[in-house]
Every structure is written in C-alpha cells, then in structure tokens.
C-alpha cells in the first residue's frame, strides 16, 4: 500500500507561493519605473524653468530697423519690451500688433536672437497724397499726409512737393484714421501721362476734378461721376494733346463729346 502525502493545515502550494513572490516583483518594478519617470519629468521641467529664468536669457537689447518717419523712442513705448523681462516667452505677435497701429506703420516683423536681443523690423507706409486739415482742430498742422489706402499718416506744417491735394473732403481725421477712398482711387487709375502732370484732386457737386499744374495745356480736367475713368482719361489726354492753345478746363464728363473752354 503507497503512502499518501498530506499537505499540513494551512500551507500554500509551493508554485501559487512562487506566482504570487513574481506578480510582487512585477508590480514592484512598474512603480519603480513610474517612479524614475516623475524623478525625470521634474528635473527637466525644473532645468528648463530654470534656464527660461535665468539672467542669460533676460532681454538685454532691443534693435529698431528701418525707421524713418516714426522715431525709435516711438516704436519703443509702442512695443512695450521690458528690459530683463525673459526673452524666450516674449510674444512676438503681440509686440507686432502693437507697434503696428502707429500711423506711418505699414507691417512690423520681431525676432528673438540669443543670447539676450529682440529685433524689431518696421515697413513704412508711403504717402501718395496730402489733404488740408482746415480749422476744426486749433493747434493742429495743416496739412495731413494720406497713403494709398487712406490712412491719414501724419500732420505737417507745409504740402510735400511732388504730392497732388485731395480736396473737398470735409473734415480729415486725425492720424492712424482713414479717410473715403474715392479720390485716392480714381487717383491710381489714371494713366502717369495725365498723372504728372496733377496737382489735386477736387471732388465737386458734379463729380472729380483734376487741378493741373501751371504750364499743362489746361487748368482743370472735369471728370463728372466716376463711370467710365479710363474712357474719361483719354479722351482727356487726346484733347490735351492738341490743343493749340491754354484753356481753363477741359471737360470729358462725357467721354464721347469733350469740350473745352
């Protein structure tokens, strides 16, 4: 008869010991490599905050280019840059933004270069006409600079020489403004013969005018409404062209019938 073997009360088969010592490892390394993970995720958060907040990497200069009109004290105050602020975390967007609603502003690019140096690159805007300001604001120059989409630029004391007058506007608005467009538009369409030889631009109750300078053909070219421009323009060359004499004004308000007088 074989003899049977009784397991005492109490004990744990020896292969449920040995799984259960494995699974205890198991979950051990897993914590410990968890752990490793939240020890290295700290230190390089904790090296990068302090390379972010280290004094290398503070804004120590501050470039301006291409200012010409605007001063670099104005684009400074515009910008609004600390020094010793942290160079890494500028928002370049921002500082374009605000730098951009300078008037004579066209389009502002900043840079960041290490180790301590923002770079602040403005495109002017370029005046293509003038307005006289009039009487509403006392203390204001008299003569406002307008660029080709209407934005009034500045106020000066004198007309640039070389830039027609836009007239019967009425009020002009302060820099960084716009004014209507109508003038500054058909202004661009006209062809550059006709074009140099401008001097202002009137709008008047029956439509545009253009003022020509002393020694062109004519005084004024009358446009009427602005239908037609480019047939309006050169029947007004055409006409003056061969005139054989200096008129007051010439008139295509319709293109197929000018006249003169």
């Not at 967007?93 to 301590?116: C, F, I, N, Q, Y």
């Amino acid at each position: 008869m074989n003899a049977t073997s009784v397991s005492e009360p109490g004990s744990i088969d020896p292969r449920i010991r040995a799984r259960r010592v494995e699974v205890i490892r198991i979950q051990g390394r897993r914590r410990l490599r968890v752990l490793l993970a939240v020890v290295c995720t700290m230190c390089v958060a904790g090296f990068a905050w302090l390379v972010v907040q280290s004094p290398l990497l503070d804004v120590d200069n501050v470039e301006v280019v291409g200012a010409r009109h605007v001063t670099v004290a104005g684009v400074l105050a515009a910008a609004r840059v600390e020094h010793g602020s942290v160079l890494l975390t500028l928002d370049r967007g921002a500082v374009a933004r605000r730098v951009d609603r300078m008037p004579w502003v066209a389009r502002t690019e900043v840079s960041k270069h290490l180790p301590g140096t923002v770079r602040i690159q403005v495109v002017e805007r370029v005046p293509v006409a003038w307005a006289a300001v009039g009487a509403v604001a006392p203390g204001r120059p008299p003569v406002a600079l307008v660029d080709a989409t209407g934005r009034v630029l500045a106020d000066v004391a004198a007309p640039p020489a070389g830039l027609p007058e836009l007239a019967g506007l009425g009020a002009v608005p302060a820099p960084g403004r716009r004014i209507a467009q109508g003038l500054l538009a058909v202004e661009q369409r006209l062809p550059a013969e006709l074009r140099a030889l401008v001097t202002g631009l009137v709008t008047t109750p029956s439509g545009v005018t253009l003022r020509l300078a002393p020694g062109a053909p004519a005084g004024e070219v009358r446009l009427g409404a602005g239908a037609e421009l480019t047939a309006k323009t050169d029947a007004a060359l055409a006409v003056l062209r061969s005139l054989g004499r200096h008129a007051d004004y010439v008139d295509v308000s319709v293109p197929t019938a000018p006249a003169t007088g």
